[in-house]
């Protein structure tokens, strides 16, 4: 082909950095097996009770979808359920490096790629069970860019389920995990946990020039 000219076809280079994916990996999960409170029992509709009070730290995050059979997996709290608190014992002091939270619903679905999600849910821990310190809230709202290159999303490209994550600046040192849940709908809690680490690299998939 002659003449021919790489780059935007209107000739103007918008500049800035290109995009570059993650890679995430995840450490263990402190929480699993461990036993918990809950401060508030949940409503339990359409099968999200937790009579046994295992479902929460069972190792087992619910699906990426929400209604259906979704909420079996899980304990759904609504309006009327102020601020239940779910706090979890590992037994022991651990190093925690990352939290995560398993939402799904209910009703309304509430899409996170969308930023429809009003929920709350605050992240606590403690060495005595006694005194807590907050480690902020977790963004129930996700951009295309926090999702990892290694995690696939719903064949509709949406996010009404989503196993969220909030990593402090340093490790936190803690016995009991706390999650305060603000439900602003039928909201669905699948799984809690805390991890030692959440790791993540960059992964290019550019598009380029065989010889590049």
Known sequence: VPDIRYGYSDGKDVGGQPFVDRWVTYGPNLLKGKPYTISA??????????????????????????????????????????????????????????????????????????????????????????????????????????????????????ARAWNYERIPETPVSARYVKYKVTPRRALCVTEVQALKFINYEPFDIRIALPDD
């Open 41 to 158: 029992p949940p409503t339990g509709q359409w099968g999200g009770d937790d009579p046994q009070g295992a479902k929460l730290t069972n190792g087992i995050v619910g699906p990426p979808y929400a209604g259906g059979i979704a909420p079996r997996s899980g304990a759904i709290w609504n309006t009327k359920s102020s601020q239940p608190e779910i706090t979890v014992d590992m037994g022991r002091p651990e190093t925690v490096g990352a939290f995560r939270i398993h939402l799904t619903a209910g009703w309304p679905w509430w899409d996170a790629l969308r930023g429809e999600v009003q929920d709350e849910v605050e992240v606590l821990t403690s060495l005595d069970g006694q005194t807590y310190r907050s480690h902020g809230k977790f963004d129930l709202n996700l951009r295309r860019k926090d999702i990892p290159i290694n995690h696939f999303i719903t064949d509709e490209e949406t």
